[in-house]
T-cell receptor
């Protein structure tokens, strides 16, 4: 298996623009997690899905952030409009079952100018 | 609610010396415990995990951790570190109750191995 795939690996955009991050989980994994990592706040869970259904989005910072999982093999995290404080590394992770090992993607480094 | 404390934000250690990275957690329910490692510019990967049974858990790359329920600790150890062990290490615990699906990560400990 190729592991969790994220695209793009790097994204540089200007404030106010829409940003879409993509994730392909490992086939057969029922759980998908989106995290944000910054020096100041560490690793934060934004939202997670079980069988394509959003279970907990309490970590989403504000309404500018949205996430979808239209099928078992694809998820997106969208920021609209983007702001400089959104600059971070965004990770997607998948897991085969609850409370199991999470498998992380390589991350997307987002820079908002 | 569950929480994780990693007492040392940075740990420098000489090559071939032993190292211990400390982790304490708070929880009122039984939990699963994990250690993840993050190499520069990469995602996190699992080092080891404790689910039940023996309190001494062995992981990859020669690391091991001991679960101590009375002290609510899960410290990570390696008897002899290598340059390649330089990385960020995260202790994590499952959420309890309705949050059992989630994993709560500590702030991380940066291990620097000095040649």
């Amino acid at each position: 298996d190729a592991g969790v795939i994220q695209s793009p690996r790097h994204e540089v955009t200007e404030m106010g623009q829409e940003v879409t991050l993509r994730c392909k989980p490992i086939s057969g994994h029922d759980y998908l997690f989106w995290y944000r990592q910054t020096m100041m706040r560490g690793l934060e869970l934004l939202i997670y899905f079980n069988n394509n259904v959003p279970i907990d989005d309490s970590g989403m910072p504000e309404d500018r952030f949205s996430a979808k999982m239209p099928n078992a093999s694809f998820s997106t995290l969208k920021i609209q409009p983007s702001e400089p404080r959104d600059s971070a590394v965004y990770f997607c992770a998948s897991s085969p079952s609850r409370a199991h090992t999470q498998y992380f993607g390589p991350g997307t480094r987002l820079t908002v100018l | 609610a569950q929480s994780v404390t990693q007492l040392d934000s940075q740990v420098p250690v000489f090559e071939e010396a032993p190292v211990e990275l400390r982790c304490n957690y708070s929880s009122s329910v039984s939990v699963y415990l994990f250690w993840y490692v993050q190499y520069p510019n990469q995602g996190l990967q699992l080092l080891l995990k404790y689910l039940s049974g023996s309190t001494l858990v062995k992981g990859i790359n020669g690391f091991e951790a001991e679960f101590n329920k009375s002290q609510t600790s899960f410290h990570l150890r390696k008897p002899s570190v290598h340059i390649s062990d330089t990385a960020e290490y995260f202790c994590a615990v499952t959420g309890g109750g309705a949050s059992y699906d989630k994993v709560i990560f500590g702030p991380g400990t940066s291990l620097s191995v000095i040649p």
